[in-house]
């Protein structure tokens, strides 16, 4: 059995980023990415645009015309510049021919700019006669206004995302532009779900008088997937020490096994235990951590599969999966960027002082209100799974911290989107 001693959070966490890896990959069509991460840079095949286009709907025409007119002028007057239209450019339709001095091409928005003009004149700075032959404009036109130059956006072999990025929709299209139809991610970490407790009943099935439904394995699975694992949730065990060894034995081709309930230190808290059935084939990395709620969480590694032993209580077990299942899957996918992120908010509420543990305090934020205002829930019971539901941050109070009252910053940690 590991030590009985209270950890740090900072500890607590180092010990699962060190103890996790990035794992293996896999090449998926990129319109089936939305979510994952990139175990490869993205690299561009093409120029984005490809070549010189046309910003704006408007005339192509090659600046130098300007600039020999106007300097040919003998009172510095501004001259009426006069160009035949020649042929006309649209997106994926170009105009293919170089143009001659004084010769215009009708453009827009997209379309390729022609051989010989290196500046695009708004159409609605010019006038174009009645047989729509030929233009002039008085405009005053700099060198390749209304132009977008050929790899504006990126260069081809240009790095685009790095290994590392979760991919998001807005992800999607930039990639699709490189020319790139496949991505190489990371694959999806199996994450197995282990209820026990002879009260625990799946959701679904009749219940006892004495039974309740087995609500954290649906919570667990979900936030499971938002973090980007694929949940598998286990037959739910009994507390009965060998059911619960085998049911661990038999999952042990999982990325990771996290159950819920058993871990304290009560008769029927059955976790430890079970694990001693391996023989010296686990190691406890370390038991209870100064938190509030999900001290008596668990972290150990059975033969070569880490587990992570969260408390039975809904609120402390989803508090601790926000946290350190999701660290867990984030270090497995190779995910770049440090979690967890605390913001700043300010308190519409009053808080005590607190004690020698972190408290992770359930809170709302304000949406009508442009102060970043979050109220704390006047009950923090850790079993009130509903409260929890309603909320959409933490208030995360440091050991020992002072009162804080109405109007004073605290620091929060926001919910993931559909957390």
Known sequence: MPTSKLISLDTAIEYIKSNFSKI????????????????????????????DVSSMDGYAIN??????????????????????????????????????????????????????????????????????????????????????????????????????????????????????????????????????GNEISRVGEQLTKDQIPSGNSLMLAAMVSEFGGIPRILPITDDDQNNIYNTLNEAL????????GGVSVGKYDLI???????????????????????????????INTPFIGLPGNPVSSGVCSLIFVNIAIRSMLGITGVYPIFEKAVLNGNLSVNDKRMDFVRAKMNPKDSNNLVTPFKKQDSSMITQFSHSDCLIVRDPFEEIKNKGELVKILRFPNNV
């Open 63 to 196: 600046h130098n015309d300007f600039i020999e007119l106007n300097s040919n002028s003998k009172n510095n007057s501004k001259k009426i510049i006069k160009f035949k239209v020649n042929g006309e450019s649209s997106a994926g339709n170009p105009f293919e021919k170089k143009i001659e001095p004084f010769e215009a091409v009708r453009i827009f928005t997209g379309a390729k700019i022609p051989q010989g003009c290196d500046t695009v004149v708004i159409q609605e700075n010019v006038q174009v006669s009645s047989d729509k032959k030929y233009i002039s404009t008085e405009a005053i036109v700099k060198k390749y206004e209304n132009i977008r130059k050929k790899g504006l956006d990126f260069k081809k072999g240009e790095c685009v995302f790095e290994a590392g990025s979760l991919i998001k929709s807005r992800h999607l299209g930039s990639i699709a532009m490189t020319g790139q139809a496949w991505v190489t991610v990371t694959r999806k970490p199996i994450i197995s779900i282990l209820s026990t």
């Open 253 to 260: 081709d999982s990325d990771l096994i996290v159950s819920t």
């Open 24 to 51: 293996s990959n896999e090449d998926i069509f990129l319109q089936n990415a939305l979510g994952r991460c990139l175990a490869q840079p993205v690299y561009s095949n093409i120029n984005n645009p490809k070549y």
């Open 272 to 302: 430890q235990k079970a694990l001693e059935n391996f023989k010296g084939k686990n190691k406890n990395e370390f038991w209870k951590i100064a938190m509030r709620p999900g001290k008596p969480l668990l972290f150990s590694k059975v």
